[in-house]
């Protein structure tokens, strides 16, 4: 049951007017009034929508637990046949979850970029383009259905083109974009053969001419395809009556066992979904945009790369929840690649000096964690590692953010170090986050992560060897890989002493004023350390929304979650294991936490250890090797520019030469045959008037002149013409008749 | 060895036709071609007597062959007279190749 | 038996005297051969049991237009060599075609059903069938021959009497043009 | 079924612009006798009146718009009466589901173009192409309008014939005299071509009327054969082209089929004919290529719609699977050639044409979505090419060169007009929320049920769009200033107009489209309902 709740179009509304009002008015204002005039209303749009969230929460509070649905329709977007996607926006406690942590880190992001982007002349020109992200990423996640989040979920794509490439000036920014939107229409384009396949799959069969159900019940004639036979949801794009339809027994089995190319439909669909999800939260085949995604200022890394958009993937496998479980094949598909890709990014993480680099590969990690939990079935674990990861991610990145700034746009850990005494504040919270991320007990990241890594090892329905076993192995070593990376980088940047002398590593933001006197680093101003501050503390306090249940304390999140996902929850199986077998592995998880600090901190504790660099300047071959391969990202980059991109660039030459050459050459080919024939046309015209007079005038004389060559006066060619001609008479005489 | 019929006569008498042919083509002497005139004359009066032989002694084929010697007689005659008239007028010259005053 | 031997003996005699008229390059050794290949036809003719035609044949070819032959050949060859120019393009045409003929009248040859009755009886002797032809069935023919006869006789004394008018011998082309004129 | 309503707004429509002409030409004759004008003033009176014309025609579109009932599968606004009494030819124009947004696109597009070839508020220097003989090109422009309102009215098959051949005539002058560099060839190749198309409509067209059954005209005489469209679409459907009379061997319909489609097929353009577009847009001055590419290329899929799929049912079904062939071939295949084109207009001209393809693939699925997706497309690529064309216009007012890789970094010189020049490329490339995205959405889900790997194939189109796109706007806009084009300057008030009011257009309908399909839904459901009852 739903209930009407207009407001809750105000929440993506109220960006989307922040977004237009910063992009046509913005640049006279920040002219006129200052950078006042920009941001302040750039973050109380966010605000707004964040305060219309609590009130949809209070309303959501205020519902029995399994009507909790607020929904707002605007109007008929597509009504077309038995096609009804409608624009209207819904907030169940999924989508509250989602819409809460965007809107709060949004605003936060929105605030910190004041700072972080004081001296940037287009300062307009970047709060519009984050308002304009707010409000995509809000239709995205409010979406009632797959169109309006498509809508939201390439209008996403968009504002990450456009605000990765924000310094344009830039080529390689340019390019970073460019690849990064190119990267997710891919990704889009799985997703729309995902949905014309649920969609093809739902709907009937033109049955001579009248639009048969499945269920056999034949509406007839087109006149009655209308609107009210849309209500009927014989196939409909809004996850509620999909939904609906899967719960329907009949309807469930011969979807199931309908095959398409000798896959079974629900597979297809999944997978395909699935490589939308890929596109945009950044898996394995389709990570590549996301490192080269840094190339944006720091709050677009923090706000976009780490805490919203990229989830957007783990949000809809989760929305689709009853798609994914039905199909074993599916969610150890989607598991597999979770796991391979946290393994995959945290051992890249290893041997990065980016600042930033680092934490995007953690992100592509974290993520393949989220995706592990999606994949198993615990969605709400998913979702609450999203929340938590949303936190400490954006703390990191917002503290990398002000390292940057603090040693003017200095990106290179190994131009860093000894911050700590320098920037107090955003050492000690980029610690707290470090020590979130690593899984500490007590920090956000532990309960969500060892849920995680929980739920993996006592799934049921995986069909790996080991089953969930196989999944947790490599979800742990990526875990202690994200701690040994973590603290790497914040021993690297934070302990020891200040190496960056050589002021501008270099300088491309020519146009940056600089921030205080030149070389010695400084701390960020207040508006971006108070940001960090809450950040800091909220990837503390964050945990307590998902305790275990091992340690019999109220779980909120998951009491909160769960009427969304009782949909799938029968066919979520447990591997059943004692209770003891829970508490080693939380203490196993936290001795791999530990295990990796200490590594890092024995590594780079104040930057003395020599290890490092002997290990860079081994003469051992393997050494070496190994060292290059992670370093280049495993040269993944250059495998797709050498591939995908070189065939395409050659296939496109191919096709414009062909068109020049052969269809182009054709239509001019038929065009000089025209003119051929007309030039002989003419000239048999010509011909043919005076040419019968003179023609035979020529053939008597031409005749007469080969004639005369026989009258040569010598008998013996008389005679000899004679005799032939007397044979050839006979010949002929003979041969006719 | 067969008994000899018609046909070894004819194919005689063609090989006498075609031999004079080739003389009458082939030499440069007037009078070469008047012998080259005289072989296929024989060559037919040879043909005539093998049929007046070979059709129970009819004897028209006789009489044919006899006025074929005649004629032919006859005709080295006149050519003869043109080629003395040839010879006077033509400084000593008898070539046919030469004699190509007729041409057009 | 004899027969047969006899026939090929002939035939080789007039084959290799056409043979020698036709490709000698003397014109005087040709006028010999024609001598041998006429003396040939005799022999065939014999063998014909046409003795009246080989007798004539004898008596006019032999007698008459061969002697009449080499008395051409006599006054008007200066012992000039036979000068061949070129002969070998035109007279190699030209035995290609005689060739192509033979080879064309071998075949009708063989292939045509003659009407004749192969059988060799003896005939008589035909010279009195031949006259009673003559002057019964053929009496109109062998008037006109003698004509010709006449007429051919006239004819090549009016062509070569012309000698002794003008003695002035200019050959060249007037010459011919006025004599044409006058003839 | 047919609403007598005998309105003659459809006559005004299509007429009026001929009036405004032979003002014109009257002006310019008076003008030649007294001398009593000088050249500017001449001119600028020429573009009031074409201007005043073409907006009175907008108007009355709009109004045809507001009282013209949806849900009603009949003709309407018919203006209906015998014209030429022994060849059974009437007047009769209409309108109805499937041309209505035809038309209003038309006297939309036409006030665009005419807007662009009206140089008044612009800061565009001298020699501007439309100071050469501007009477003539106005004439020419109002001839060519009524040709294109002709068309899209037009319900007797003669009639339509003859706007066909009206509309081609004033667009060869209009490329070949105001044209770019090599005019001439590319105006010679765009008549021969679409004439070539043409000859053969007219055989269908006498073959279709010779085998059509007995109707009765306008004035109630019963006559033999009839022009009628609607009369020929009932016999069509009954079947009675299927089982007339085999021409050399070959089934009638299927026969008549591929004549029209092939005179159609040239002027959408489908893959093997297309060569002429890029030629004529290149060559083209900018409103003629906004006519060009937002009306003209129209006509092509609406015939398709109106003869091939109403009046020749069962041989459309026989040819759909072609039909989606080629349109994944257009798709694909332009895609791939757009990547490699040097030259804006070029390479929007091929963007065009892989664009149209969806429109055949949709029209080949037959679904309900799909072809109500093929008409939507038909209608947003109307508003996004013109937009697309004039912001190639603009630069190239400027700059005089369309060569893609000699611009760069031009966002910071020019920003306004990167933010338009976005929001149509980004409309173009199918971005949810524009207008490109809602047709392309439609024909993918729609013609998925139909032809499953064709439809997967279109759909990598989604990704090679983007990045040509994509492309061409970081060689273009982004990256370092080019110093050559430090001069340039930003949009002046007559592009903003143009350029704000199509991209308002563009994002109004990319989240209500409601209005459009309101107009052709019934209709086309009704069409694709009938073609899966002759199946």
Not at chain 1, 669 to 687: E, Q
Not at chain 3, 41 to 50: C, G, K, P, T
Request: proline share 3%.
């Amino acid at each position: 049951m739903t209930t009407e709740f207009p407001l809750l179009t105000i929440i993506p509304l109220a960006p989307l007017i922040g977004a237009a009002y910063n992009a046509l008015a913005g640049y006279k204002m920040q002219k006129r009034f200052g950078h006042a005039a920009v941001h302040y209303p750039a973050i109380i749009m966010p605000a707004i929508s964040f305060l219309i969230t609590l009130m949809a929460f209070f309303k959501l509070l205020s519902l029995p637990a399994n009507e909790r649905v607020l929904i707002a329709t605007l109007w008929d977007w597509m009504p077309i046949g038995f096609l009804d996607a409608q624009f209207s926006f819904v907030m169940d406690q999924l989508t509250l979850v989602m819409c809460s942590v965007v809107t709060f880190v949004g605003t936060l992001i929105h605030i910190y970029s004041v700072g972080y982007m004081h001296e940037e002349p287009s300062y307009w020109r970047f709060f519009s383009y984050l308002n304009l992200f707010m409000f995509s990423m809000l239709v995205l996640v409010l979406g009632d259905n797959f169109v309006v989040m498509f809508v939201g979920w390439e209008g996403v794509g968009l504002c990450s083109y456009l605000l990765i490439s924000f310094w344009y000036h830039e080529k390689k920014n340019a390019v970073a974009g460019m690849k990064a939107f190119v990267v997710n229409r891919v990704g889009d384009f799985g997703f729309v053969i995902g949905l014309m396949l649920l969609f093809w799959g739902m709907q009937g069969e033109w049955v001579d001419g009248k639009f048969a159900d499945i269920e056999g019940s034949n509406l007839s004639t087109a006149s009655e395809i209308t609107h009210e036979m849309a209500a009927a949801k014989v196939a409909s794009v809004t996850f509620r009556h999909v939904a609906e339809r899967f719960e329907n027994k009949e309807f469930k089995e011969r979807f199931l066992n309908r095959k398409v190319f000798g896959i079974s439909l629900i597979t297809l669909i999944g997978i395909f979904l699935f490589v939308g999800a890929m596109g945009k939260s950044a898996q394995i085949p389709l990570y590549v945009w996301l490192p080269d995604a840094m190339a944006g200022p720091t709050p677009v890394s923090a706000l976009i790369h780490a805490a919203t958009m990229v989830t957007a993937g783990v949000y809809m496998v989760a929305r689709l929840h009853f798609i994914f479980a039905l199909d074993p094949f599916l969610m150890s598909w989607v598991t597999f690649v979770g796991a391979l890709t946290a393994l995959f990014a945290a051992s890249i993480g290893f041997f990065q000096y980016d600042i930033k680099k680092v934490l995007a590969y953690s992100t592509v990690s974290q993520l393949g964690f989220m995706f592990i939990a999606v994949g198993v079935g615990a969605y709400w674990v998913g979702i609450f590692h999203l929340m938590t990861h949303a936190f400490f991610k954006a703390c990191l990145f917002l503290g990398s953010g002000s390292v940057i700034m603090g040693c003017h746009h200095e990106q290179d850990m190994r131009k860093m170090g000894g911050l700590k005494k320098y920037m107090p504040i955003t050492a000690t919270t980029y610690l707290v986050a470090c020590w979130a991320i690593a899984g500490f007990p007590f920090a956000a990241g532990f309960y969500s992560k060892d849920e995680i890594l929980w739920k993996a090892f006592s799934s049921g329905n995986l069909l790996f060897p080991g089953g969930g076993i196989f999944i947790w192995v490599m979800g742990a070593v990526a875990a202690l890989g994200t701690a040994f990376y973590m603290y790497r980088s914040y021993y690297m940047t934070f302990t020891g002493e200040y190496r960056g002398g050589g002021g501008h590593h270099e300088d491309h933001h020519a146009d940056h004023g600089h921030y205080g006197h030149a070389h010695t680093p400084h701390e960020s101003p207040n508006n971006m350390t108070y940001v960090l501050a809450i950040l800091g503390f909220l990837s503390v306090v964050g945990g307590f929304l998902g305790l275990p249940h091992l340690w019999h304390l109220p779980n909120l999140l998951h009491h909160w979650l769960e009427p969304v996902f009782e949909g799938s929850v029968n066919y979520i199986t447990a591997a059943h294991f004692p209770h003891i077998m829970e508490w080693i592995l939380m203490g196993l998880s936290v001795f791999l936490a530990t295990a990796g600090w200490l590594v890092a901190r024995w590594l780079y504790l104040d930057n003395k250890n020599p290890l490092p660099a002997k290990i860079l300047a081994s003469k051992n071959q393997l050494v070496r090797k190994v060292h290059d391969v992670v370093s280049n990202k495993y040269y993944v980059d250059e495998l797709y520019d050498a591939t995908i991109i070189k065939g395409v660039m050659q296939f496109r030459l191919l096709c414009d030469w062909c068109d020049r050459k052969i269809v182009d050459a054709l239509v001019n080919l038929v065009g000089t045959v025209g003119k051929v024939v007309g030039f002989f046309h003419g000239r048999v015209d010509s011909g043919v008037v005076d040419g019968a007079v003179n023609g035979t005038g020529w053939m008597v004389v031409s005749g007469g002149a080969i004639l005369s060559l026989i009258q040569n006066g010598k008998i013996r060619s008389y005679i000899y013409i004679t005799v032939v001609a007397m044979f050839g008479l006979i010949l002929i005489n003979y041969i006719k008749f | 060895m067969a008994t000899i019929g018609a046909v070894h006569f004819l194919i005689l008498a063609a090989a006498m036709f075609c031999l004079g042919l080739y003389c009458l083509m082939g030499r440069r002497n007037a009078i070469g071609l008047l012998m080259g005139i005289e072989l296929i004359v024989n060559a037919a009066n040879i043909n005539f007597a093998t049929f007046a032989h070979y059709r129970g002694g009819e004897v028209d084929g006789y009489i044919f062959s006899l006025f074929g010697i005649v004629l032919a007689a006859i005709g080295v005659t006149i050519a003869l007279a043109i080629v003395f008239a040839l010879y006077r007028n033509f400084n000593k010259n008898i070539e046919v190749d030469e004699v190509s005053i007729l041409r057009g | 038996m004899a027969f047969t031997v006899m026939f090929y003996c002939a035939a080789l005699f007039t084959l290799y005297g056409a043979a020698m008229v036709a490709f000698s390059k003397n014109i005087i050794y040709s006028a010999f051969s024609l001598l041998i290949s006429f003396i040939g036809v005799v022999v065939i003719y014999a063998l014909l049991d046409a003795d009246f035609l080989a007798i004539a044949q004898l008596v006019l070819y032999v007698g008459g237009i061969l002697v009449l032959i080499l008395f051409a050949i006599m006054l008007t060859n200066k012992i000039s060599n036979a000068s061949s120019s070129n002969p070998s393009r035109s007279q190699f045409l030209s035995f290609v075609t005689v060739l192509v003929i033979f080879v064309g009248l071998f075949f009708t040859i063989i292939k045509a059903p003659w009407q004749v009755s192969a059988g060799t009886q003896e005939l008589g002797p035909i010279t009195d069938s031949i006259g009673d032809a003559l002057l019964t069935k053929y009496l109109l023919p062998f008037e006109i021959v003698s004509v010709l006869l006449l007429v051919g006789l006239i004819g090549a004394v009016v062509i070569a009497r012309k000698e002794n008018i003008e003695k002035a011998g200019n050959t060249n082309l007037s010459a011919t043009s006025e004599q044409g004129r006058s003839l | 079924m047919d609403l007598q309503t005998n309105s003659t707004l459809l006559s005004w429509m299509t007429f009026s612009p001929l009036i405004g002409a032979a003002l014109i030409i009257g002006l310019s004759l008076i003008n030649y006798v007294c001398k009593c004008f000088s050249k500017t003033v001449m001119d600028n009176l020429s573009r009031a009146i074409a201007v005043l014309n073409v907006l009175a025609v907008f108007m009355m579109s709009v109004a045809l718009y507001l009282s013209f009932d949806g849900n009603s599968t009949g003709l309407q606004f018919i203006h209906h009466f015998v014209w030429i009494k022994d060849f059974n030819i009437e007047y009769f124009l209409a309108v109805d589901g499937i041309s209505i947004t035809m038309v209003l696109l038309t006297g939309l597009v036409s006030l665009i173009a005419i807007i662009a070839s009206v140089p008044w508020l612009s800061k565009i220097d001298g020699h501007h192409f439309t100071d050469k003989n501007v009477p003539g090109y106005m004439v020419m422009f109002l001839l060519l309008e009524t040709g294109m309102m002709g068309t899209f009215c037009a319900m007797d098959f003669f009639l339509f014939y003859i706007f066909w051949e009206i509309m081609l005539l004033p667009m060869y002058f209009l490329i070949g005299i105001w044209g770019g560099p090599r005019k001439e060839y590319a105006a010679i190749k765009f008549f021969l071509y679409t004439l070539a198309g043409s000859v053969l409509m007219l055989l269908c067209m006498i073959g279709i009327y010779f085998a059509s059954g007995p109707a009765t005209l306008v004035d109630g005489t019963s006559v033999p054969h009839t022009f009628n469209i609607m009369a020929l679409s009932a016999m069509g459907q009954a079947g009675l082209f299927a089982n007339s009379a085999p021409i050399l061997g070959v089934a009638f319909s299927k026969l008549m089929f591929i004549g029209l489609f092939i005179g159609f097929a040239i002027k959408v353009p489908m893959f093997p004919f297309h060569t002429w577009l890029p030629d004529a847009h290149v060559e083209a001055p900018t409103p003629i290529s906004v006519i060009l590419a937002g009306v003209l290329l129209k006509m092509g899929t609406y015939g398709m719609l109106r003869f091939n799929f109403q009046m020749l049912p069962d041989a459309a079904i026989w040819a759909a699977t072609g039909i989606a062939i080629f349109g994944t071939i257009n798709i694909v295949y332009a895609a791939f050639v757009c990547l490699a084109q040097k030259d804006l207009k070029k390479m929007i001209a091929y963007s065009s044409v892989s664009h149209m393809g969806f429109v055949l693939l949709g029209m080949a699925a037959m679904t309900p979505q799909s072809m109500v997706g093929a008409v939507f497309q038909m209608f947003s690529h109307g508003l996004v090419s013109p937009m697309l064309f004039l912001v190639a216009g603009v630069i190239y007012d400027r700059a005089h060169t369309r060569d893609i890789e000699g611009f760069g970094g031009l966002a910071k010189q020019v920003p306004e007009y990167t933010g338009i020049m976005g929001l149509a490329f980004m409309a173009s490339l199918g971005l949810p929320g524009l207008a490109g995205f809602i047709g392309e959405f439609l024909v993918f889900l729609g013609s998925f049920g139909t032809f499953r790997i064709m439809t997967i194939i279109a759909a990598t189109s989604v990704v090679i769009t983007a990045a040509y796109y994509l492309w061409t706007i970081q060689r273009m806009f982004l990256g370092k200033l080019n110093e050559k084009w430090s001069k340039l300057w930003d949009m002046d008030w007559r592009e903003r107009s143009m350029l704000y009011s199509l991209g308002v257009l563009v994002i109004f309908f990319g989240f209500y489209p409601l209005p459009v399909f309101k107009l052709m839904n019934t209709s086309l459901i009704a069409l694709v309902e009938m073609m899966r009852g002759i199946q």
